[in-house]
């Protein structure tokens, strides 16, 4: 009797199969709930590229983290509420709403809350998340987590009456991360674009790097190689009286003048004494 045989154990990922593995399974769930957080479609693809490119950059620890998705759903929350994003000319502009009333009226509300609280009601309402694990993932103590929490749902039942219960609110906002065709990039784009990103700012810190060690080369080759004390201001000597300006000559003046030019003798400009 053969004994049975065991199965090969699988080969090991390598780090570009396992992040395409958790690119697949987190990208397109992660882009719908984005777009709830802003409200826009390019920027809920853009955030979340970003935040897998930061990922793929980082790999090494994202892998060990325990919870690699958490740690990409951090990331592209943190990308989309930035507020840089409002000096980009693209997003000065509101995009199209929703096409259902009861849809747009609900996006309406959430973009009404402040963005912590608005993070905070689709952490737990939207992805499911306990409320201490909101509370760690929006930086917030469980009871500020939990007020809030409480303040964006009565701001969305005051717009909303049917969505006061919090499993009717959950329903919905699953319905609308649905009807938006919202697409992922594919995981190759996102690392080639990760490894483009990172060349870039490699090559502009050794650009940097190399001007500032030529104008600190600069700078220490044209500096004084000693101390030069500063000349002292001059200061007035006592006793001597002020200087005037020289003014025409008298009479007297000019013909003593006249006189000495006659009486020189030869040699070095000396004048001849005269006897009495």
Known sequence: MTQPQEPEPSAPLTPAQAFDALYAFCAPALVRQTYLLTGRRELARESVERAFQLAWQRWPEVARDRDPAGWVRAAAYDCALSPWHRFRPRYRHPEAPPADPFDRTLLAALLE????????????????????????????????????????????????????????????????????????????????????????????????????????????????????????????????????????????????????????????????????
Do not use: M
Request: charged share 25%; net charge positive.
């Open 113 to 276: 809350l402040p963005p912590p609280y608005r993070r905070t009601l689709l952490l737990y309402d939207g992805v499911g998340l306990d409320l201490p694990e909101t509370a760690a993932e929006t930086e917030a103590s469980t009871p500020a987590a939990a007020g809030r929490l409480l303040h964006a749902r009565e701001v969305v039942a005051a717009r909303l009456p049917d969505l006061a219960d919090p499993p009717e609110l959950r329903r919905r906002l699953a319905a609308l991360a649905a009807t938006e065709r919202l697409r992922a990039a594919k995981p190759p784009r996102v690392r080639t674009g990760s490894e483009r990103r990172t060349r870039f700012w490699t090559h502009a810190a050794i650009a940097f790097t190399v001007a500032l060690i030529g104008t600190t080369s600069f700078a220490l080759r044209t500096a004084p190689t000693h101390y030069e004390p500063p000349v002292a201001a001059g200061r007035a000597i006592e006793g001597l009286p002020p200087r005037v300006s020289q003014g025409a000559l008298s009479d007297e003046e000019a013909e003593l003048r006249a006189k000495l030019r006659r009486e020189t003798a030869n040699g070095p400009e000396r004048l001849v004494p005269l006897g009495r």
